[in-house]
């Protein structure tokens, strides 16, 4: 039911979000897509613009009043960070709500600006949680699989969870990971060399 809900409203904010997208931001997109180094300004209006997003949609919870801590990411992209109570129902069951949110807010945002600037939507610290659970679950495996001699399989994963554990164990030499199966259950495998 929960989840129901969750999707009649992220629909709402899409047509609501729709509706706001008046303009785009040409000269930020020619700087962005030619390389050149974005200004504080722009990057301030990217920041606005994924912000007005969120807040759209979180309205639709009655919760657009909430924290959102921005800062930049360790691959150069814009994280916005939502500290609320009672948004668990934005996480969902092991992060799919979340997941679709995020592809909701990416695609409304480069939307609106005309070009694919990378944001990162995560609430009360979510992935972040996540993501050192998946590095350690990835590194005992890797652990496991060279001590007993086998490969070992993770459970299924999103697939930036699955992305995690390649980039976690890509520099030990003694193993090598690779994904199997279908979505939802596609998961690493971790195999000796």
Not at 53 to 78: C, N, P, Q
Not at 94 to 104: A, F, I, K, P, V
Not at 145 to 170: D, F, T
Not at 173 to 178: A, F
């Amino acid at each position: 039911m929960a989840d129901e809900l969750v999707e009649e409203i992220i629909d709402e904010a899409v047509e609501s979000a729709d509706e706001q997208i008046v303009g785009q931001y040409p000269e930020i997109a020619v700087h962005y897509k030619e390389g050149v180094a974005l200004t504080d300004e722009e990057l301030d209006t990217i920041a606005d613009v994924a912000i007005s997003v969120v807040r759209s949609i979180l309205s639709h919870f009655d919760a657009e009043g909430s924290s959102i801590d921005e800062y930049e990411g360790d691959e150069g992209e814009l994280i916005l960070d939502i500290t609320a109570p009672d948004l668990a129902v934005l996480i969902g069951r092991h992060g799919r709500t979340l997941e679709s949110l995020q592809t909701l807010v990416s695609l409304l945002v480069s939307r609106k600006l005309g070009f694919r600037y990378p944001v990162s939507v995560d609430v009360e610290g979510y992935k972040s949680r996540r993501h050192d659970k998946v590095v350690g679950m990835a590194e005992a495996a890797a652990s496991r699989a060279v001590s007993q001699g086998r490969s070992v399989n993770l459970p299924p994963m999103l697939a930036y969870e699955r992305r995690l554990v390649h980039i976690a164990l890509r520099e030990d030499d003694r193993i090598d990971t690779h994904s199997e199966g279908v979505e939802p259950e596609r998961r690493v495998v971790i195999t000796l060399r």
